[in-house]
């Protein structure tokens, strides 16, 4: 279905007197033009921009048809909603007729303005409905399907390839795929692959759900014979706590719309075709056993997936019947996002090459190597310039009849900055080597740049980071050694995910996972999909912390109502570990574990002590309890989130009472993490804590001269809790320095991705320290989040001038429209460009003496004077704020 189509009904207007409003950026389900959804009332939004101050809707009327043409002709037989009197513009829920499944659905939108004037409508959007219309389809519904799962019998370790040929009498008006796969799968008609993703489909828990994913094939089929093939990959299939039958499965059917109406509908079954492919998983897909690839160049077969192929002499494949929740894929598709050039090639000795791909990343590599036929060159991965591949990381090419060949990932991917490459004859040229980054296709929408070169490459490197452990649907803690999806190391991570990224449909996704891992005793394991891996209370309660994180970013009540239970099951099993109001420890030696290595700490015995620890976890638990209070209030349920207020509070106090020094106003230890936290999750009473804050800043400022202390949790929680005090002054010092511990240490020896501890000693990608991220959106340019009014409707801007720094520019996309916070210092005054968006309003906080220092032409109005700062309340627009500071 051309977009051409989509685009032809664009002009027509609700009325004819227009708004000075424009609608774009349609979305359903954070998705722009998705296939397969498989939610029965899916949530549509947009965005409405105009360049006058003030501007808003204030009604808005949907047309949802079953036809473009029909929606071209304003005719809405899905659902017409009626001019209906709002101002919202987001996760609007589908009120027409029920979707069936498989259906296309084309819409379109049109707003009125503050003045009640129309605007144009909208360019047209699309969204497809999925096998099911529900995420939680049972074993018996995927039963009725009439495709079968197929795969090898498991007579060869390749990964193989299958194939059906079949004849059409005429191209198909419309074509749809909908694939599943244990493992990863590529498609292809007739020789071409189908769309730019790779590595699909996201990684689930295969031990209970597989994702499908749904394709338009339409332009790639023809009258007479076709061919449909499948290049199928072991991947994760093979992780043992997902081995349903240790071996890369695929379930699909394909509804051909035909001239005339008729609709025929194709499907894997027992007569497809199967032949052992050119690569190979290297490794065993399990921690330290990841591996890579072989690529064998001798095993090429040109043609193999077009119509002209003869495929006599291939096998039958064989099904089989896993029982598996099957659920559409909800989240954008991995894709080939940066490309890498090599900086260099030495030679360290004759056959032996070591490439510098110029930066540390996980993705794919792509080389045309040449040596002895048939000889087998080996490629080793590592961070380490010296070559060492701590983490096994290793593929293979062996070369054709010629002694050439090409190693292309296809199935698995590497991570490191340096390859090492054993057994050619010949130095690759740097133009024959290329690297590809690949992360889920998500939006970049946030960035930020400022007058202070390090806190630059810091937060440069901060994203590069993220986005080499957030591929497969959930974020890693690193991408070679574990790849698991720690809860724990999410606290680092999702909030500066938030603001650089839209992370709508991603997170959605992990939430569901983390739904899934849950235990019947309501207890949860620390990573997600992936089950396996330690932590404690502060990994588990990711699933609370994560959700509400996202709600406050995009005002989703969904992800609440339907994470809630999970919540209440969680903060019921924490309730079974504890004693006095408080936990007592549990588990085994990888369990309730607290901050995760801070400085002078590692992984094994030289922990944090069980005291600290204590002291921690009862504070996490504190604020778990009081998120799903609040929580509870916004879902309707006053009863339970009184009942969730008094718990805390009886954690409150025991915690204080047994955790407090008054003899120096600190807790436990007395380092960074133990003062921070109590005071952002209410522990410290209201008298004591300008003393435990007075505290905080002396061990930060004084005892650590102006450096951290803590470990990955501790460091999360240090940022957000100075970060809502506005003390931007001590993050400044702390990320400024360059000698240990810091992020500015790890640039000054060479960084160019984040590292799993502060000493560079083990992994040198890894999630644990980006929570400084969101501080340069959120501290430096200052745009942050209005509690009572999430998903940015209303925010304010409050910059944080602090430092050396002369001038700041954050920008975010948020999913009301472009924010911009752009501030210099300069003639002693200074200058703040502040952009709010169509339909939404702002506080913004303008450094001054009071507020006749301040000019700005019209539309402001002044609320008080709060800490050095004029208070201004506006409306969207562009301002121009000048001060004497």
Not at 267 to 275: E, F, L, Q, V
Request: with cysteine; aromatic share 12%.
């Amino acid at each position: 279905m051309t977009k051409a189509i989509l685009l032809a009904g664009m002009a027509i207007c609700c009325g004819s007197a227009m708004a000075a409003v424009e609608i774009t950026t349609l979305r359903c389900e954070y998705l722009d033009h998705p296939l397969g959804i498989d939610v029965p009332h899916p949530r549509l939004g947009w965005i409405v921009k105009s360049d006058a101050r003030g501007e808003k809707q204030t009604a808005y009327r949907i047309l949802v048809a079953s036809s473009a043409k029909n929606l071209q002709e304003d005719r809405g037989d899905l659902w017409d909603s009626g001019q209906h009197m709002s101002d919202q513009t987001i996760h609007i829920a589908y009120e027409g007729k029920d979707l069936q499944p498989r259906t296309r659905c084309f819409w379109k939108v049109c707003v009125w303005d503050k003045d009640g004037k129309p605007s144009p409508w909208s360019e047209p959007a699309m969204w497809s409905t999925g096998l099911f219309m529900t995420s939680e389809p049972s074993p018996e519904m995927v039963a009725e399907l009439k495709a079968r799962w197929i795969g090898s019998d498991g007579s060869f370790a390749e990964d193989p390839w299958l194939r059906k040929s079949f004849v059409l009498a005429d191209r198909p008006d419309d074509a749809l795929a909908y694939v599943a796969s244990l493992g990863y799968h590529e498609l292809f008609v007739n020789g071409q692959k189908v769309d730019d993703s790779v590595l699909s489909p996201s990684i689930s828990d295969l031990s209970q759900r597989a994702r499908y994913t749904a394709y338009d094939i339409t332009p790639y089929l023809n009258p007479g014979t076709n061919t449909i093939a499948f290049w199928l990959g072991s991947g994760w299939s093979k992780f043992p706590l997902f081995a349903v039958t240790n071996k890369p499965l695929v379930l699909a059917e394909f509804d051909l719309k035909l001239p005339g109406g008729e609709t025929t509908t194709l499907a894997t079954d027992g007569s497809w075709k199967i032949h052992p492919s050119s690569s190979t998983l290297v490794g065993e897909w399990r921690q330290g056993q990841y591996g890579g690839e072989h690529v064998d160049a001798r095993k090429t077969m040109p043609g193999w997936n077009t119509a002209g192929f003869d495929d006599s002499t291939w096998a039958l494949v064989k099904t089989y019947d896993p029982k598996l929740k099957l659920s559409a894929e909800k989240i954008e598709p991995n894709r080939k996002m940066t490309t890498l050039e090599p900086v260099a090639i030495d030679e360290l000795k004759p056959g032996v090459y070591r490439v510098d791909m110029g930066r540390n990343f996980a993705g794919w590599t792509e080389m045309a190597l040449t040596g002895e036929p048939g000889a087998t060159v080996e490629l080793s991965f590592s961070e380490h310039e010296n070559g060492e591949n701590k983490f096994r990381i290793h593929s293979a090419c062996t070369l054709d009849d010629q002694g050439m060949g090409v190693f292309r990932n296809r199935f698995n991917y590497s991570a490191g900055r340096w390859i090492t490459i054993s057994g050619t004859t010949q130095k690759p040229a740097l133009a024959d080597i290329k690297g590809y980054q690949i992360h889920n296709a998500y939006q970049r929408v946030g960035r930020f740049k400022c007058s202070n070169p390090l806190l630059n490459q810091i937060y440069d490197t901060t994203l590069w980071t993220y986005e080499s452990l957030s591929l497969g649907g959930y974020v890693v803690d690193c991408p070679h050694r574990e790849r698991l999806g720690y809860g724990g190391d999410a606290h680092a991570t999702m909030e500066t995910a938030l603001n650089s990224y839209g992370m709508g449909a991603f997170f959605t996704k992990w939430i569901e996972d983390w739904r899934d891992v849950q235990k019947p005793d309501g207890d949860l394991p620390y990573t997600a999909p992936t089950h396996t891996g330690g932590g404690g209370p502060a990994w588990s309660g990711i699933c609370v912390t994560l959700p509400w994180a996202t709600y406050e970013r995009y005002a989703d009540l969904r992800i609440l109502e339907e994470t809630y239970p999970t919540m209440q099951r969680w903060i019921a099993f924490l309730d079974t570990h504890a004693t006095s109001n408080m936990l007592v420890k549990w588990g085994g030696n990888w369990d309730f574990l607290g901050d995760w290595v801070p400085p002078g700490k590692d992984q094994r015995k030289n922990r944090v002590d069980e005291y600290d620890t204590l002291f921690f976890n009862n504070c996490y638990y504190l604020y778990n309890v009081e998120l799903v209070a609040g929580i509870a209030d916004l879902l309707g349920k006053p009863a339970e989130a009184a009942a969730y207020r008094k718990r805390a509070e009886d954690i409150r106090q025991a915690v204080h009472a047994k955790f407090f020094n008054p003899a120096d106003n600190t807790y436990a230890s007395g380092d960074q993490l133990y003062l921070a936290l109590p005071l952002l999750v209410g522990v410290t009473p209201a008298e004591l804590r300008p003393a435990v804050m007075k505290a905080l800043e002396d061990k930060i400022m004084v005892a650590k001269n102006g450096h951290l202390d803590t470990g990955i949790h501790g460091t999360y929680f240090l940022i957000k809790l100075l970060t809502e005090m506005d003390r931007n002054d001590l993050i400044f010092a702390m990320a400024s320095k360059t000698d240990y511990p810091g992020w500015g240490y790890m640039m000054a020896n060479g960084a160019t991705t984040i590292w799993e501890q502060w000493d560079g000693k083990s992994s040198l990608l890894h999630s644990s320290f980006l929570c400084i991220g969101a501080w340069f959106i959120e501290g430096v340019a200052g745009i942050q989040l209005d509690d009572l009014q999430p998903g940015y409707k209303h925010f304010i801007i409050k910059p944080g001038i602090v430092g050396d720094l002369t001038w700041a520019r954050g920008e975010m996309d948020s999913i009301h429209g472009k924010i911009v916070s752009d501030w210099k210092i300069e003639d002693g005054r200074i200058f703040m460009d502040v952009t709010v968006p169509a339909n939404t309003s702002a506080t913004i906080y303008v450094p001054a003496k009071q507020a006749t220092d301040v000019t700005e032409s019209t539309g402001i109005r002044f609320q008080r004077m709060e800490n050095n700062c004029a208070v201004f309340e506006v409306e969207s627009g562009s301002y121009r704020f000048v001060a004497q500071p």
